[in-house]
T-cell receptor, first 113, second 115 residues
């Protein structure tokens, strides 16, 4: 069965520092992968997606992610974090039937000044 | 372009009652998904509706049900409420032809509290 693991429950990064959020997936074929962000009291906003092709994917708000098949990973990165990036981040994979998204448990990002 | 809307924002019910949550998808989207975000359990897929039909169901009991109307809006009904049903219920929509595996656009959610 497909699954998504986000090993870090909570990460604190200084403003202006770089960020990497880890995501590992379990999937037999080529996965459809997503990163979403959820600010307090709000729904999820799609940051970026990977379907095929170039393994480095650019998203909104300066985020990027790299698909590494050999490591079953899809880590999210940002070169310089802003205080407004503090939120919860979810990695997701479409299930094999393509009928639902399977989410990781999320990583809470705190930004210190 | 208006996003996915959900109502009500908050809903408080007592155990054993029924709750009805509503969702309006983005104009032109035909698929609606429901997810439950409960504390400690993360986001779990509940139901998928497309073109008025239930297409897929997550690992939830039958007291979780819903429907999709001709205008593609959707209702989620939770019968015989239990305390553990307290959660944020998120609705998402996606365009025709991109169901499930495609991008899903989420609403702000309905916070259901069962006392």
């Amino acid at each position: 069965a497909q699954s998504v693991t986000q090993p870090d429950i909570h990460i604190t990064v200084s403003e202006g520092a770089s960020l990497e959020l880890r995501c590992n997936y379990s999937y037999g074929a080529t996965p459809y992968l997503f990163w979403y962000v959820q600010s307090p009291g709000q729904g999820l906003q799609l940051l970026l997606k990977y379907f095929s092709g170039d393994t480095l994917v650019q998203g909104i708000k300066g985020f990027e992610a790299e698909f590494k098949r050999s490591q079953s990973s899809f880590n999210l990165r940002k070169p310089s974090v802003h205080w407004s990036d503090a939120a919860e981040y979810f990695c997701a994979v479409a299930n094999q039937a393509g009928t639902a998204l399977i989410f990781g448990k999320g990583t809470t990002l705190s930004v210190s000044s | 372009e208006a996003g996915v809307t959900q109502s009500p924002t908050h809903l408080i019910k007592t155990r054993g009652q029924q709750a009805t949550l509503r969702c309006s998808p983005i104009s032109g989207h035909t698929s609606v998904y429901w997810y439950q975000q409960a504390l400690g359990l993360g986001l779990q897929f509940l139901l998928w509706y497309d073109e008025g039909e239930e297409r897929n169901r997550g690992n939830f009991p039958p007291r979780f049900s819903g429907r999709q109307f001709p205008n593609y809006s959707s209702e989620l009904n939770v019968n015989a409420l239990e305390l553990e049903d307290s959660a944020l219920y998120l609705c998402a929509s996606s365009p025709k032809g991109l169901a499930g595996a495609g991008e899903q656009y989420f609403g702000p959610g309905t916070r259901l509290t069962v006392t």
